[in-house]
């Protein structure tokens, strides 16, 4: 009888356990953004958006999509430095390798990336526990994605055109200032686009502490187009490898069932001590 009682303890000890685990597997959460359908999901833990109407000809070891002559690309590079990461996904993606036009660290969201423009061609480098990714956008000089971190940008909206004219003197160093400036609504939000002479356009707008900007010799539906990158470098992210946590904890709930299993035991053999004792004083 006595075992029987020990055997349920422990069973209603395990009970709760195997209930709470069934219960936290039948709530996911919902995402508004199918992980399978709309990312491209690498094995070893990264995830890149899918842009919408791009072409996805990715493989196992990178991501690449390509619309209308421009392509969007990512690659991991174990050990390397930003600048050797740079320079090797622009020969991996078929591209000369050249000096950058500038080089700057930024803060974004999803982690901290060093940027890098080119000439036709932007990339962004991000380090995490040693392996860097580096994503590269590749057109030409009708388009090209830029970010400049303004602090207190949502504040001020000439922190907008500042971080626009810097932009655009990346490319034509002898720019002076905007020929034409305007603010339009655009999406929930607005855009400022600006006009310079010799044929260059910019639009930009604000997010956080930063000014996104696309600029180039194209019209407004180029950069617009282009514009997309952002959305794909913003919706990156990494899958960290929480299995040592996960060793770790079935460990310790491991070593808690053992010593719960080992106490009734003791105590199990405490009472049958005891039972014999009063038998024996019953007997005499």
Known sequence: MRRLVFLAAALLLLLPLSIHAQEGESTPEANALDINANFY????GWHVFIPSGWANESTADYARFTHDGRMITVREYPGLDAPAAAAQILVDAGLSAETP??????????GTWT???YSRAVVH???YEGTRYAMLYAGDASALPVIVMREGVLE???LIDDGMIEAARLITPTISG???AETIPQGTGNVTVHTYDGGLTAIGRARGS???IVVGSGDTDALNSASVYFTVLNDFFL????????????????????????SLILRWRSLLRDEAALRELDEA
């Open 115 to 117: 940027q890098f423009v």
């Open 156 to 158: 001020d909206a000439a």
């Open 210 to 212: 930063s000014v996104y």
């Open 239 to 262: 899958t960290p490898d929480t299995q040592p946590y996960l060793f770790l904890g079935l460990g310790v709930a491991s070593a808690i069932m053992l010593i719960l299993l080992l």
């Open 125 to 127: 480098t991000q380090e």
């Open 41 to 44: 999901n690498n094995a070893a």
């Open 178 to 180: 905007a020929a034409t």
């Open 101 to 110: 036009l500038d080089q700057r660290d930024l803060q974004l969201s999803n």
